[in-house]
């Protein structure tokens, strides 16, 4: 059993910084993928990043060159640093853990980007 606990959302304004964070209970060193999704009310969950145990990376086309997504396997944390964000950035933002048999869910941050 994983418990996942992000951090790090709030407002921001368009072409600010946040880094979300999200710390496991468990070491997630053997954790096969772990990523960030996001849902805005009325639209479909959309993975932004994943990252692999080996390190791969995987992006949305919309967040490349602006988010980078990196785990800490020390200290059991995944984290997404979100540059030069945009109004359309604007959401929840959930990690997952994959250990090969199931997903684990945080509860979510809100990510707010508006002037």
């Known amino acids: 059993q994983v418990q996942l606990v992000e951090t790090g959302g709030g407002l921001v304004q368009p072409g600010g910084s946040l880094r979300l964070s999200c710390a496991a209970s468990a070491s997630i060193s053997s954790i096969i993928a772990m990523g960030w999704y996001r849902q805005v009310p009325g639209k479909q969950r959309e993975l932004v990043a994943r990252?692999?145990?080996?390190?791969?990376?995987n992006y949305t086309d919309s967040v490349k060159g602006r988010f980078t997504i990196s785990r800490d396997n020390a200290n059991n944390t995944l984290y997404l640093q979100m540059n030069s964000l945009k109004p359309e950035d604007t959401a929840v933002y959930s990690c997952?853990?994959?250990?090969?048999?199931?997903?684990?869910w945080g509860q979510g941050t809100q990510v707010t980007v508006s002037s």
């Open positions: 997952y853990a994959f250990n090969g048999r199931r997903n684990y």
């Open positions: 990252i692999t145990s080996a390190g791969n990376t």
